[in-house]
T-cell receptor
Framework: NAGVTQTPKFQVLKTGQSMTLQCAQD?????MSWYRQDPGMGLRLIHY???????DQGEVPNGYNVSRSTTEDFPLRLLSAAPSQTSVYFC???????????FGQGTRLTVV | ELKVEQNPLFLSMQEEKNYTIYCNYS?????LYWYRQDPGKSLESLFV?????AVKQEGRLMASLDTKARLSTLHITAAVHDLSATYFC????????????FGTGTRLTIIP
C-alpha cells in the first residue's frame, strides 16, 4: 500500500497566488486532516474531515479551504497565499477506532 | 481547549544514559500518541496508549500513560546515537473526537 501520498513536496509561491496541496490515501480511512508545522510550535490542525462530504475547521483554518468529495482524497487550497503561510504541511489519515494516525511525507511551502 | 505541554523542549544527552520526556495535557482524553520525526522527514508512529496505566516498550523506548494525572512519559534507556530526533506527543480529544492536539516537541540529541 502507498499509505498517505502528498504532492508536491516543495513549492514556492508569490504573495497572492493560489494553489492546491493534494493528499490521497489508499487505506479506506474515514478520518483525514491537515496540519501545519512551524518551528517551536509543534503541529497545528488546519481542517479535518470525518468522511466524504463532511469537513470542519481546526485550530488555524483562516486562509485555507478543503473539500472531501471522495474517501481517498482531501485537498487543501490556499486562496491567496501570504508569507505567514510559509510552513511545512502534513496530511494525515486515521484508522477506524483511532488506533493509529498515518502521515504523508509533507509539503514544504514558501511564500515570498 | 485542550493544551499539551512537553518538557524538556531540548535535550542533549550522552550515549548510555537514561532520560525521560514528559507530556502533560489539560483535559480528559482516552488515548495518547507518541511520534518520532527525523529532520526534514514525516512523523513516524511510535506508540499509542489506550488506557490508564498503559505501558508499551520498543527497544530502548518505553512509554506510559497516567490518565488521572494527565501525564505520559517517554523513557529512553541507555541512549544510542540513532535515537537522535524530535519526539512529539499528541492527545486525542473527547471520546469520538479524532482531532489530535500536539505538544511542541522535544529535540533529542545523543552525544557520543
Amino acid at each position: 500500500n502507498a499509505g498517505v501520498t502528498q504532492t508536491p513536496k516543495f513549492q514556492v509561491l508569490k504573495t497572492g497566488q493560489s494553489m492546491t496541496l493534494q493528499c490521497a490515501q489508499d487505506m479506506n480511512h474515514e478520518y483525514m486532516s491537515w496540519y501545519r508545522q512551524d518551528p517551536g510550535m509543534g503541529l497545528r490542525l488546519i481542517h479535518y474531515s470525518v468522511g466524504a462530504g463532511i469537513t470542519d475547521q481546526g485550530e488555524v483554518p483562516n486562509g485555507y479551504n478543503v473539500s472531501r468529495s471522495t474517501t481517498e482524497d482531501f485537498p487543501l487550497r490556499l486562496l491567496s497565499a501570504a508569507p505567514s503561510q510559509t510552513s511545512v504541511y502534513f496530511c494525515a489519515s486515521i484508522r477506524t477506532g483511532r488506533t493509529e494516525a498515518f502521515f504523508g511525507q509533507g509539503t514544504r511551502l514558501t511564500v515570498v | 481547549e485542550l493544551k499539551v505541554e512537553q518538557n524538556p523542549l531540548f535535550l542533549s544527552m550522552q550515549e548510555e544514559k537514561n532520560y525521560t520526556i514528559y507530556c502533560n495535557y489539560s483535559t480528559t482524553s482516552d488515548r495518547l500518541y507518541w511520534y518520532r520525526q527525523d529532520p526534514g522527514k514525516s512523523l513516524e508512529s511510535l506508540f499509542v496508549l489506550l488506557s490508564n496505566g498503559a505501558v508499551k516498550q520498543e527497544g530502548r523506548l518505553m512509554a506510559s500513560l497516567d490518565t488521572k494525572a494527565r501525564l505520559s512519559t517517554l523513557h529512553i534507556t541507555a541512549a544510542v546515537h540513532d535515537l537522535s530526533a524530535t519526539y512529539f506527543c499528541a492527545v486525542d480529544g473527547d471520546f469520538g473526537n479524532e482531532k489530535l492536539t500536539f505538544g511542541t516537541g522535544t529535540r533529542l540529541t545523543i552525544i557520543p
